[in-house]
């Protein structure tokens, strides 16, 4: 596989911030070249290399004397098929690995730790992931809504800065089901044990429903 240029992870991170973390809205301004270099870790000239790469793709702007900017006019929603994202040539099997090292363990806390405001968003999503499926309608954003709200309600800040990389393996995996019956059953299935056992506040059961879940996507994807 070819090794990705430092600068094209650079300017992945960047559009990861924007279009999925929603960290930065069309109009913002970018946190100084100083800033943003120490935070992401690398040189200033890398910044400024992943920087030139998304001015190029209509992404960034640079207005003079004022620093750098998120276009105004820029689809957020529609942000990845630029291909940055999509391209980022993240193993599947690594991304559900990483997948299955977290969602059990946020399962866990957040049945212990989710307000009973937050444990009520977690179901209501999960029963519209069940009307998507059956009306044949598309779930990626309701499914990722549904795994967020699961980390959201751990209450660990650090677990949801995970969310773009969980975000990039559920993705794969609704592409994938919507071609095979059983996953989707499957889905249904695991979701509803996910939320029986949250309901309950039985963080144990929660955490063995979350890998169940995530073995079954691995399965359907071959990468068991």
Same mark, same amino acid.
């Given at each position: 596989?070819?090794?990705?240029?430092?600068? #094209?992870?650079?300017? #992945? $991170?960047?559009?990861?911030?924007?279009?999925?973390?929603?960290?930065?809205?069309?109009? $913002? /301004?970018?946190?100084?070249?100083?800033?943003?270099?120490?935070?992401?870790?690398?040189?200033?000239?890398?910044?400024?290399?992943?920087?030139?790469?998304?001015?190029?793709?209509?992404?960034?702007?640079?207005?003079?004397? =004022?620093?750098?900017?998120?276009?105004?006019?820029? #689809?957020?929603? @529609?942000?990845?098929?630029?291909?940055?994202?999509?391209?980022?040539?993240?193993?599947? =099997?690594?991304?559900?690995?990483?997948?299955?090292?977290?969602?059990?363990?946020?399962?866990?806390?957040?049945?212990?730790?989710?307000?009973?405001?937050?444990?009520?968003?977690?179901? #209501?999503?999960?029963?519209?992931?069940?009307?998507?499926?059956?009306?044949?309608?598309?779930?990626? $954003?309701?499914?990722?809504?549904?795994?967020?709200?699961?980390?959201?309600?751990?209450?660990?800040?650090?677990?949801? /800065?995970?969310?773009?990389?969980?975000?990039?393996?559920?993705?794969?995996?609704?592409?994938?089901? /919507?071609?095979?019956?059983?996953?989707?059953?499957?889905?249904?299935?695991?979701?509803?044990?996910?939320?029986?056992?949250? =309901?309950?506040? @039985?963080?144990?059961?929660?955490?063995?429903?979350?890998?169940?879940?995530?073995?079954?996507?691995?399965?359907?994807?071959?990468?068991?």
């Amino acid at each position: 596989m070819v090794q990705k240029r430092l600068s #094209d992870s650079v300017a #992945d $991170d960047i559009m990861s911030m924007i279009a999925i973390e929603k960290r930065f809205l069309p109009g $913002d /301004k970018l946190p100084n070249e100083i800033e943003l270099s120490e935070e992401l870790n690398i040189s200033r000239t890398t910044l400024r290399e992943a920087i030139r790469i998304l001015v190029t793709n209509g992404v960034l702007e640079i207005r003079r004397g =004022k620093g750098t900017y998120v276009k105004e006019d820029i #689809d957020v929603n @529609n942000i990845e098929s630029l291909g940055f994202l999509a391209d980022a040539k993240v193993n599947a =099997k690594d991304m559900y690995e990483i997948r299955l090292i977290i969602e059990p363990e946020a399962a866990f806390y957040a049945t212990i730790r989710a307000s009973d405001t937050e444990l009520q968003r977690i179901l #209501d999503y999960g029963i519209q992931i069940e009307q998507k499926i059956k009306l044949g309608e598309d779930r990626t $954003d309701v499914e990722r809504k549904f795994h967020r709200s699961i980390v959201k309600a751990t209450h660990n800040e650090f677990m949801e /800065k995970l969310m773009p990389v969980i975000y990039q393996a559920i993705d794969k995996g609704v592409i994938l089901s /919507k071609k095979k019956e059983l996953a989707i059953k499957d889905t249904i299935n695991d979701h509803k044990m996910i939320m029986e056992f949250m =309901k309950n506040r @039985n963080p144990e059961g929660a955490k063995s429903a979350m890998k169940i879940h995530i073995l079954h996507a691995m399965k359907e994807l071959g990468i068991e």
